[in-house]
């Protein structure tokens, strides 16, 4: 079965440089969220899309953006880098935003800020 | 509001042996209940869920149960293997909330031969 779709899997920038998260969810997923991942951390929820519309916003700081595009993939825009932003970044999906449907998790980005 | 407390790891066990993972929850409203496990090097896969009192969730052997006078879904499995070794988070979505998920810290399982 077609599962979440991340990429790049590995990402290295340096401080204040941009970078880019790709994400493309399980076909007919209407819903997609994105997740930070610290080391030894749960995952915190930064910001969700339902039908290309921001749906919920969490602790996504003011030098990201995200959106999701018409046909479902989503971005997440990360600027003026800095070195806290090392983590997992994970895209997930779902269809529906009830709360009995499970996301469906990437395999994640890695990204490396030096 | 919402939160979801685990069991601190990490969790060692010889395989065959029996599991428990606790997670109890606070919620508004009367959300539905996940376990997560997550693998080296890769994203959260859904393990099991309930989505009201007294539901059982179960997948691969795990089981658990939704206990609202508990507040409570402890992850259990009644004989570990290797291959169980992984991350687990607990984790709930409430619509009270807007339907976002909110995770456990996890919990590390190691389980050797």
């Known amino acids: 079965a077609a599962g979440v779709i991340q990429s790049p899997r590995h990402l290295i920038k340096e401080k204040r440089e941009t970078a880019t998260l790709k994400c493309y969810p399980i076909?007919?997923?209407?819903?997609v969220y994105w997740y930070q991942q610290g080391p030894g951390q749960d995952p915190q929820f930064l910001i969700s899309?339902?039908?290309?519309?921001?749906?919920d916003k969490g602790s996504i700081p003011d030098r990201f953006s995200a959106q999701q595009f018409s046909d479902y993939h989503s971005e997440l825009n990360m600027s003026s880098l800095e070195l806290g932003d090392s983590a997992l970044y994970f895209c997930?999906?779902?269809?529906?935003?009830?709360?009995?449907?499970?996301?469906?998790f990437g395999n994640g980005t890695r990204l490396t800020v030096t | 509001g919402n939160s979801v407390t685990q069991m601190e790891g990490p969790v060692t066990l010889s395989e065959e042996a029996f599991l428990t993972i606790n997670c109890t929850y606070t919620a508004t409203g009367y959300p539905s209940l996940f376990w997560y496990v997550q693998y080296p090097g890769e994203g959260l896969q859904l393990l099991l869920k309930a989505t009201k009192a007294d539901d059982k969730g179960s997948n691969k052997g795990f089981e658990a149960t939704y206990r609202k006078e508990t507040t409570s879904f402890h992850l259990e499995k009644g004989s570990v293997q290797v291959s169980d070794s992984a991350v687990y988070f607990c984790?709930?979505?409430?619509?009270?909330?807007?339907?976002?998920?909110?995770f456990g810290t996890g919990t590390s399982l190691t389980v050797i031969p």
């Open positions: 899309f339902y039908e290309k519309m921001q749906s």
């Open positions: 984790a709930l979505s409430d619509a009270n909330t807007g339907n976002q998920f909110y």
């Open positions: 997930a999906s779902s269809l529906g935003q009830g709360q009995d449907s499970p996301l469906h």
């Open positions: 076909p007919r997923h209407d819903t």
